[in-house]
């Protein structure tokens, strides 16, 4: 039998917006947000099966995002980007 789905934490998510899609870091922790609720209110269902993969889901979410919401030029170090994530995880980013 397979292993338990096991849901991410909102820093998990807005993490990987950053690091895998290249979400703006202040967009990832909005989205990263709503992601969560998304799917906490759908008790982690995809339609009607339970969800395998949320860093698939995540790629499907960022998928629908527009272009302005991405780091397209890539040049944010990436410990500016987790310095921001380890911030707004302790309550210090916008909301």
Known sequence: MGKAFDPPTEKEVAEHMVIGHHVKPDVAAVQADQFMGWYEARDWY??????????GAVRQWCSRLGPALFDVQGKMLLSRKIDHLKNVSRGGGER
């Open 46 to 55: 995809v339609g009607k099966a339970k969800m395998k993969s949320w860093k």
